[in-house]
């Protein structure tokens, strides 16, 4: 029986690896604020560089550097292409244009929908800024927003030819290997940060209050529901090995608890709002739980058929 779902898990990941296509940054759709419509790196055309900025309302640091980045819009708008990338974790459109209004931003704001274009650049934290080339190709990644960068933004603005530079990004065969046991069998998986509870209190408090409550109740819906596999995943930005561990011991953890390393699992199952708890069944989300306040109700549906 072991032997046979070695076999099983051996053969899926050979099958993914052949099946998917690897993830390339350029042509990741990105989602527009005022329309369906979707616009990727590449369309922003070749021959010009550009500066993306990956950022998130409720991100302090970010906030600090907006006035800094629409300066560098100003002067540097008629060489390189200017665009903020809002990564779409827990954030409402409300927000957003509040933030655009308040540091005046007049570069293009696109939203990372999926997840795939952090996952693309490896990001491991916001604030995040990438430069690339004419040619397409990354040169610079940086988390400040300091002379280092507006060095490279005068060489690129100046046309000088930097080249690629490498990323923390992972490649498919990495990915696949992280996302293939949780592509059979039953899973129930909760997905949130080792952060969300204490970081958001000032700019998303009931998002915190709703982080604390989960995670704090999670050990209980663990106990009613004792028969099935459970596993937590807390987000890869900002959070190490000993983030997580302070998280399980601060909560007496009994749920396994694993950081998702790249974002593969975030990005795999769309989880743009934490916390959340999902239903699994060969990898297809049969239930998507993000209301903790009745752990009731919150049996009733993953107990449903």
């Known amino acids: 029986m072991i032997l046979n779902r070695l076999c099983l898990s051996v ?19 990105l989602g527009q604020l005022d329309s369906t419509d979707t616009v990727s790196l590449a369309d922003l055309g070749t021959g010009k560089p550009s500066y993306i900025k990956l950022w998130a309302t409720w991100c302090q640091p970010c906030m600090a550097q907006m006035p800094h980045f629409e300066a560098l819009q100003q002067e540097f708008k008629d060489k390189l292409n200017f665009v903020a990338v809002n990564i779409n974790i827990n954030e409402s459109r409300a927000q957003i244009d509040e933030v655009i209004a308040r540091h005046k931003l007049s570069m293009p704001v696109l939203l990372d929908n ?25 040169v610079y ?23 690629a530079a490498a990323t923390e990004a992972m490649d498919e065969a990495q990915q696949q290997a992280l996302l293939a046991p949780w592509l059979q069998g039953e899973q129930l998986l909760f997905f949130t940060a080792t952060w969300c509870d204490w970081y958001l209190l000032d700019t998303r408090p009931e998002m915190a209050k709703q982080c604390k409550l989960a995670q704090a109740g999670l050990n209980g819906l663990q106990q009613r529901l004792a028969n099935r596999s459970w596993h937590g995943f807390v987000n890869h930005l900002w959070t190490d090995g ?16 694993s950081v998702d390393n790249g974002g593969v699992l975030f990005t795999e199952f769309n989880i743009r709002s934490i916390p959340t708890l999902l239903r699994l069944k060969d990898g297809k989300v049969t239930a998507r739980i993000s209301d903790f306040s009745d752990p009731d109700a919150v049996v009733r549906q993953l107990s449903a058929e």
């Open 242 to 257: 000993q983030a997580l561990a302070e998280f399980n011991q601060l909560y007496d953890m009994q749920v396994p608890f």
């Open 141 to 163: 990644t940086s988390h400040e927003s300091d002379a280092n960068l507006e060095r490279f933004l005068g060489m690129l603005a100046k046309g000088q030819k930097l080249h």
């Open 11 to 29: 053969l899926l990941l050979l099958c993914l690896s052949v099946q998917a296509k690897p993830l390339d940054y350029r042509e990741v759709q």
């Open 114 to 138: 999926e997840g795939q274009l952090a996952q693309a650049l490896g990001l491991v934290g916001t604030p995040y800024s990438v430069l690339i080339n004419g040619d397409g190709e990354l």
